[in-house]
């Protein structure tokens, strides 16, 4: 018997993500323009606020803007999860670009692990930050067996403290039967996004940089003197010595380059009712972050106060709306969640994560622009880790070299800016899903 979707959905349900009851968006109206910065960056999330801090601290004078309330994009609509984020394993790396590149990549996804938990401590962030762990779930023996190899062939230098879970112990993680074991990731981290974006942004303001939002860039075009850049926006015109382009999934036909090599996937996310911290900590009694091995992801994990569960994932082959979108999460949540049939979502939201084709971050200058971009689907730590290595680069300092910068930032034929492969690569990721393969 099919269930009412509706009664899936509370009666005041908010079409806005959990994290902004905590860290509600500013209603502060902009302030006005500068004529002209050393630096304007574009995009106010993670990636723009962190290079910020970086060049302000440097002494430059520096500008971000955005088009919607600081950090109104992913930065505050993701799920809060850590890791490493390098997606190309490390053969498929190697075969590509040669074994000392493979292991420099990955080295930037440790780096960015460890160096996000130092960030954190050192710039006093109150964001629920924690080294929790994160379940890696198997959703067939054979993505077990695959999980138990790969954890014995970690490349020597790069081992990651991480141990199997058998399905017979399956349960001191996660209270399902529905996964085949898994891997416990122990350095994999935790913490509230909008918080986090919160204190960053509050760095960024007390260390000089003025972030302006409601504020479009229209257009960026090099000065008379070709000394600098003049920046167009719907609320007037800025020159800058440096562009910095930090918009990700949210990139835009602003820079034509950018848009064709990094391309927009929408991740939805649900929040459960309060379901008492007894009941919610008992789904997932390790308070682990918890992943699987389907190609089309799922996310969640309890909310910090251990009495909700958050659970994020694509539902669909094209883009849809909050009220569509959480009667399949829900779905999605109940097939590992029986027990949570009959909760009803409180909140239900959406966001755009910037994805590659080669699925890993780029970061450089192209044509006098800087940029760094494409975290695909794990930007938390990669993001602002890039983002201040950015900084660095635009500052003219070695420290901010990365092997990422090196490698060619690539596009595929006859896209720009609209994936219309997306929708038949979902769906044929969904089917492999169903076969287990």
Not at 230 to 259: C, F, K, N
């Amino acid at each position: 018997m099919k269930r009412d979707s509706s009664r899936l959905l509370s009666s005041d349900l908010r079409e806005h993500p959990f994290w902004w009851e905590r860290t509600p968006r500013s209603k502060e109206d902009p302030p006005e323009l500068p004529e002209s910065v050393d630096v304007l960056i574009v995009g106010s999330g993670y990636t723009g606020l962190c290079a910020a801090l970086q060049t302000a601290r440097g002494g430059r004078s520096t500008l971000v803007i955005d088009a919607a309330e600081p950090g109104w994009g992913c930065s505050s609509r993701n799920g809060g999860q850590i890791g490493t984020g390098i997606k190309p394993d490390f053969a498929a790396l190697e075969k590509e670009h040669g074994r000392e590149t493979a292991y420099e990549v990955h080295r930037e996804g440790q780096r960015a692990l460890s160096w996000i938990g130092e960030f954190i401590r050192e710039e006093n962030i109150d964001c629920d930050y924690r080294v929790c762990g994160r379940f890696f779930g198997a959703h067939t023996p054979r993505h077990y067996d695959k999980l138990a190899r790969k954890l014995e062939s970690q490349p020597p230098g790069l081992e990651m403290e991480a141990f199997l879970v058998p399905r017979a112990d399956q349960s001191r993680e996660i209270d399902t039967d529905f996964y085949h074991g898994g891997v416990v990731q122990c350095q994999h981290a935790a913490l509230d996004p909008a918080a986090y974006h919160h204190g960053i942004l509050g760095r960024a303001k007390e260390s000089g940089v003025s972030v302006v939002g409601h504020t479009r860039a229209t257009t960026i075009e090099r000065s008379g003197d070709r000394t600098g850049f003049v920046v167009e926006t719907d609320r007037g015109r800025v020159r800058a010595g440096e562009v910095v382009i930090a918009t990700s999934g949210y990139t835009s036909r602003l820079t034509p380059w950018q848009q064709r090599r990094v391309f927009p996937i929408g991740t939805y996310m649900i929040a459960t009712e309060d379901l008492g911290e007894t009941a919610a900590r008992s789904l997932i009694p390790g308070n682990r972050m918890i992943v699987d091995t389907r190609r089309i992801v799922v996310y969640y994990r309890l909310s910090p106060d251990g009495r909700r569960i958050l659970f994020g994932g694509r539902v669909s082959l094209s883009e849809t709306n909050p009220r569509v979108s959480a009667p399949r999460l829900h779905d999605h949540m109940t097939t590992i969640f029986p027990q949570l049939r009959d909760a009803q979502v409180s909140h239900s939201w959406m966001g755009f994560v910037g994805w590659t084709f080669q699925h890993m971050p780029h970061l450089g200058c192209h044509d006098g622009i800087w940029y760094s971009m494409g975290y695909c689907g794990s930007g938390v730590a990669l993001s602002s880790y890039f983002g201040t290595r950015l900084g660095q680069q635009v500052l003219g300092r070695e420290e901010g070299r990365s092997v990422l910068s090196d490698l060619p930032f690539r596009t595929r034929p006859l896209y720009y800016g609209k994936p219309w492969f997306l929708s038949a690569s979902v769906g044929w990721y969904g089917f492999l899903d169903r076969l287990g393969i």
